[in-house]
């Protein structure tokens, strides 16, 4: 069992608006509701892939009470903690016709300690049946910058894989507590090392430098598909995973859903490039649809049969 965790969860509303223009009124073509956070948009992408699954998280208020009932609808089993504020709102407007998509999220609620502690609990519980658990998203208001470390070397004493899909201090304090596998995109991983990355030799410099921070593995996501610094068979392996070329409806959550089914395939123990073939397929079908998490398992293991995977060599000191 895979235990997803996501402390600030959101009610997600994906507005399609076709020819979307800021300073024009527009009437949506479409709307979809989704419990959303990035915790709970890799546990629906577990969910499509059959991979048993718990999202776990922080919820309150009347939104916290509906991304409850949506993760239930989805038939995605959840054991959330209620919290006394209201769970934020977020809203995405996707463009069909150009590609594009305008994100708006708002803070959140403000999380008490007591609160917090009752989290942990679960998760020291939840921990004992998981194989992994993944902290993914940004943390509400009130929480330290030091959670993330916190629960990664708690929970990595119990013998669980930990994974860590954040930002920004929090996500480089819980580097340093040596998950065992973290997944920036490249602007958090620019951030990470302190400079832009543009081509294969940055990008082996970013993911050694990562792993030298502390994280047993390292993905670096983009649109255009992954660099993946792996341990395998007692090696340190850097590869390029290319996506193939498509039109995209949507990018939000393409990350997600990658990450999603690199986990699956590290449960049906493929090996690397494999894994990355597969996981970088299942992140380009999603951004065919609307609504993070959301892909096609037949259209993703196509797109896989695409993905061109490289290995690289470290860059000389």
Avoid at 217 to 229: D, P, S
Wanted: charged share 25%; proline share 4%; aromatic share 4%.
């Amino acid at each position: 069992m895979i235990v997803t965790v996501t402390l600030n969860a959101a009610l997600d509303r994906s507005l399609t608006v076709p020819i979307f223009k800021l300073g024009h009124r527009h009437r949506a073509s479409s709307v979809l509701v989704l419990a959303g956070g990035k915790g709970i948009n890799v546990a629906r992408a577990l969910k499509r892939l059959d991979v048993p699954v718990v999202a776990t998280g922080l919820a309150g208020g009347r939104n916290g009470t509906r991304i409850v009932e949506e993760l239930t609808a989805e038939a995605i089993l959840n054991d959330f903690v209620r919290i006394r504020e209201e769970s934020r709102t977020s809203t995405a407007v996707v463009d069909p016709t150009s590609g594009t998509y305008t994100e708006i999220n708002e803070w959140g609620p403000k999380v008490s300690p007591g609160e917090l502690e009752m989290l942990l609990e679960k998760l020291r519980y939840l921990a004992r049946g998981a194989s992994m658990v993944v902290f993914a998203g940004s943390l509400p208001r009130g929480v330290d910058e030091d959670f993330y470390a916190d629960a990664v070397r708690e929970l990595s004493r119990l013998g669980v894989r930990v994974v860590l899909d954040a930002e920004g201090e929090p996500l480089r304090r819980g580097i340093e507590a040596e998950p065992w596998l973290v997944s920036p995109n490249q602007h958090e991983a620019e951030q990470l090392v302190g400079q832009e990355l543009e081509d294969d030799e940055d990008f082996v410099m970013a993911l050694d430098a990562i792993a030298e921070m502390g994280a047993r593995n390292v993905h670096i996501t983009m649109e255009a598909g992954c660099f993946a610094l792996v341990r395998e068979d007692r090696q340190v392996r850097r590869y390029h995973a290319i996506a193939p070329q498509l039109e995209p409806v949507s990018v939000l959550g393409a990350g997600d859903a990658l990450l999603a089914r690199w986990l699956a395939a590290q449960r049906e123990e493929r090996p690397a490039d494999e894994a990355l073939r597969l996981a970088v397929g299942a992140g380009s079908a999603s951004v065919l649809e609307v609504g993070a998490g959301r892909f096609d398992p037949r259209e993703a293991a196509r797109l896989a049969a695409l993905v061109e995977v490289h290995e690289l060599a470290a860059v000389a000191p």
